[in-house]
Structures are given as C-alpha cells and as structure tokens.
C-alpha cells in the first residue's frame, strides 16, 4: 500500500470519516500547505538578508520597511527579542501585500535603559539610537529609495526614531517617512473596546503583547509562566519610571488573559489598518498633502 492510502486509512480509522471525506481533507490540507509555501517563497523576494545583488536589480523597489525592535526581558513567559520578532512579522506582512516594497534586516536593540532590572536586557543609548536609526534612512536612501515605513517594537524607541526621522527629513525634503510608533496602542484602537480583559490588554508583555506573540511565535511563549503587575499610575501624567518600580515579575499588565484567537484579531486589524494607509498614500504617489484634497473632491 503507498504512503498516502496508509494514512488515508490510518485518518479513516482515528476520525471515522468516510473516504470520500477524507479525501476532500487531504485535498484542503495539501492545497493549504502549497499557499503557505508559496507566502514564503514570496516573502522570501523581498527579504533583504535573503537576497542577492542580481535579485535586487530584478525587483525595482521604490519602497522600504525596517523593523526597530529591543533585546529586553519580557517577563518569564515571552522571548527577550518580542519586541524585534512581532515588528519583523508585521513587516514582512506588510511588505507582502504591498508592491515594490523591501523588508529591511531588523535592528535587535533598542533604547532599554529602564529595562536593566532584570536579564538579558541589552541597550543602546538614546543617542546612540538616533545615530543609527538616521544611518538606516540615509544609507536607504542612497541607493535611491526615498519612501521608508519604520515599524517600532518598543517603546523606548519613539522618542529617538521621531528625533532621527525629523532631522532625516529636514535634511531630505524629497523622501518620505512615515512610522508605527506604537502598535500595542494602536492595535486596542482598531479593535472592539471589549477585545481584552485587563488594562485595556496594555502592558510590557501583558495581555496583549502575549497575544500576538501566541498568534506569531507560539512555539517560544510559557504560558504556564505567564504573570505580571498591573500598576496603580495616577492619570493626566507620564511618569517617568524605571520598570524595577512597577512590577517584581519582569512583566505588566496579565499576560494570563492572552489568547492566540486575540493575537490574530491584533495582527490582521493592524496590517489592514497599514496597508490599507500606505495604498492611499501610493494612489497620490506619496504626497500626503493631497490626500486632504483628495477627500475633498
């Protein structure tokens, strides 16, 4: 007997499915795992750290993205690159549905200076961040790619990124930045208000970050580990703390209340939301001060 009539058999026997069934599973299951593969091979064109330089000269990118991430404790339940391994996947995501668009190698460390409480935080300093973040966009736009979308993991991370882009575009009135600051804000934004459970699912490896994490690397989160702090901050105020001040567990918020099911409503609400931004500003070639013309018209 092949292979395959074993296992149809084998199928047959645990789900007791008729054979006509199960050949239509077989059939779904296969034609699933050539979309998934064919996703990758296409994702793979547009990965710069995959690619060669005759690669490159075939494609004609006019478009990057760049990933911005941190290598930082994320409680005993989360890997310490979350914040790298979530930007890169929203990225590559991103980047699939848009035309022309390169996915930049991401950048693993961040400004993590009130993160040191606990390993294996690993920081630049916050002008040291800016350095690089401006080297990024002026080395992309050397090779002649003048319109860039960053996609930050941390938030560490926005204040030098808004400094670098800023002074990039002063510099460079022809290129284009634009960024996602902050997607865990965004992301219960785009949702529906009853989508988490506590604090709004905020928090550094909360409810929300450990979602998207099961939906995006599930394979490297210990739930059983999972517990945070929910802090008690008065409102109206930014405080300014050191993360050893907030919590005992290297985490805030309750990463228990994660959910893969959550995880993809965030992941595929903040793609859409991007792509869907990013097509409009392609239909005006970038120029967003026509876009409130557009709408006007």
Not at 243 to 254: I, N, V
């Amino acid at each position: 007997m092949e292979i395959a009539e074993r296992q149809m058999s084998t199928y047959q026997k645990i789900l007791n499915i008729p054979v006509g069934k199960i050949d239509n599973l077989i059939a779904i299951h296969t034609d699933l795992a050539r979309s998934i593969e064919m996703t990758q091979q296409q994702k793979r064109k547009i990965i710069a750290a995959e690619m060669n330089g005759k690669a490159y000269d075939q494609a004609k990118f006019d478009k990057a993205i760049v990933a911005i991430g941190s290598t930082e404790n994320h409680g005993f339940h989360l890997p310490f690159s979350t914040d790298t391994f979530v930007s890169q996947a929203l990225a590559e995501e991103i980047a699939s549905r848009m035309e022309n668009m390169l996915v930049l190698p991401p950048l693993y460390y961040g400004m993590s200076e009130h993160y040191q409480h606990r390993p294996f935080s690993i920081s630049l300093r916050s002008e040291h961040l800016i350095q690089v973040v401006r080297d990024i966009l002026e080395s992309t736009y050397r090779w002649g790619i003048k319109k860039i979308v960053i996609i930050n993991g941390h938030d560490g991370n926005i204040a030098p990124i808004e400094i670098a882009a800023r002074e990039f575009k002063a510099q460079h009135a022809d290129a284009r930045v634009v960024s996602l600051d902050a997607w865990w804000v965004s992301a219960g934004n785009l949702l529906p208000k009853d989508t988490f459970e506590v604090w709004d699912g905020l928090g550094h490896a909360g409810e929300g970050e450990t979602s998207i994490a099961l939906a995006l690397f599930p394979d490297l989160v210990d739930m059983s580990a999972a517990k945070g702090v929910v802090p008690d901050l008065p409102p109206h105020l930014d405080i300014k703390w050191l993360f050893s001040e907030l919590t005992d567990t290297g985490a805030t918020g309750d990463p228990s209340k994660g959910s893969r099911e959550k995880g993809e409503m965030m992941k595929a609400a903040l793609v859409d939301a991007v792509v869907k931004s990013l097509q409009e500003l392609e239909e005006v070639d970038w120029r967003y001060e026509s876009l409130k013309l557009k709408k006007q018209i």
